[in-house]
């Protein structure tokens, strides 16, 4: 039986860097599993968007396929629009099976993805005990989301950080900038600022700009094309492959 098809849906951006770190990802994805065959479509600003890409698919005679949000948390994007334009697409292209995969977090892949930076960046597993932790996400008008972002920042508190506070770049407080003076207040004197975003763009420079303006002393990079992020989407695949009708497959 031939796989279904990954789709990976990215928002899209303005910013050439949020594409380029997609393909990244996706080229990372096919290098662990070179049977699957992977396609990427954004929701705007971006090409190809999703709709061609499924019609291309189906045009190509593909039967099936399984559609990942490049999302973080069950926000708007994977509550509505998507949903949405999978709707539309499943009523034009009847003979293409068109599944849904979960959204990509909470994850311990994720955790370890941004642990992986922050080491990166600097942050040695010693210095844990010293060094308060930003968790700064994008943000976003979802209670669910905003919940989720505060339970893994719980979560990451019991790792060995003294100290472990969210923050959002938009939609949401408190900002960047305000986290890292409360943490200095506190008495904390090592601050690093971890951006919980996919890749670079508006907000992410937000975060980074947020970090500079209150003097953080470590900014780790977003989580891009990092290997556990190539395995999660994988994982994601795979879990969403039962109910489309594929036998599951191992990363």
Known sequence: MTSPVLLVIAHGSRDPRHAATVHALTARVRSLRPGLRVETGFLEFNAPSVPRVLERLAAEGAAEVVALPLLLTRAFHAKSDIPSVLREARARLPRLRIGQADVLGPSPLLNAALEQRLHEAGVA???????????????????????????????????????????????????????????????????????????????????????????????????????????????????????????????
């Not at 597993?125 to 994008?138: E, F, N």
């Open 125 to 251: 597993p010693g210095d844990r005990s010293s060094t308060g932790l930003v968790l700064a996400s994008a943000g976003s008008t979802d209670p669910e989301a905003i919940a989720v972002i505060a339970e893994i920042a719980r979560e990451l508190r019991h790792t060995g950080w003294c100290a472990v506070r969210p923050a959002f770049a938009s939609a949401s407080l408190p900002r960047t900038a305000d986290v890292v003076r409360a943490l200095r207040a506190e008495g904390v004197r090592r601050v690093a600022v971890a951006p919980y975003v996919i890749a670079p763009g508006r907000l992410p420079d937000r975060i980074a700009a947020g970090a500079a303006e209150a003097g953080a002393d470590v900014l780790a990079g977003v989580l891009g094309p990092s290997a556990a992020l190539a395995r999660l989407l994988l994982t994601r695949y795979d879990e969403a492959c039962v109910p489309v009708g594929a036998a599951s497959l191992s990363a």
